[in-house]
């Protein structure tokens, strides 16, 4: 499956941003996927920021972003969201989205993901 990340910018300490990541069309329901979301930010590994399962009934947080950032998605638009509110420098970084197709558990590592977006940009300015 094809995902198209987008809404990335610039955002003063404080703010909100909410990214999109939308799925093209492939074999199979996008309910099937485990969707989550990545970030690295530069000179570091791509980490784990939130994952959520194939229904939205269950969703996972790094705890650097719990309580601040939250993952959703809506099957009938083929879109996962994360809204990202009280930002942080620290949260600069490519914002990545990643499927999973086997439809289990959330998983928390990168390898646990098939399919990956472009990435967009989250510049956060103190």
């Known amino acids: 499956v094809q995902l198209q990340a987008s809404g990335g910018g610039l955002v003063q300490a404080g703010g909100l941003l909410r990214l999109s990541c939308a799925a093209g069309?492939?074999?199979?329901?996008?309910?099937?996927?485990?969707m989550g979301w990545f970030r690295q930010a530069p000179g570091k590994e791509r980490e784990f920021v939130a994952g959520?399962?194939?229904?939205?009934?269950?969703?996972y947080y790094a705890d650097s972003v719990k309580g601040r950032f939250t993952i959703s998605r809506d099957n009938a638009k083929s879109t996962v969201y994360l809204q990202m509110n009280s930002l942080k420098p620290e949260d600069t970084a490519v914002y990545y989205c990643?499927?999973?197709?086997?439809?289990?558990?959330?998983?928390?590592?990168?390898?646990?993901?098939?399919?990956w977006g472009q990435g967009t940009l989250v510049t956060v300015s103190s």
């Open positions: 959520i399962s194939w229904s939205g009934g269950s969703t």
């Open positions: 990643a499927a999973d197709p086997r439809g289990g558990r959330v998983g928390l590592s990168l390898d646990e993901y098939f399919y």
């Open positions: 069309a492939s074999g199979r329901p996008f309910s099937s996927y485990v």
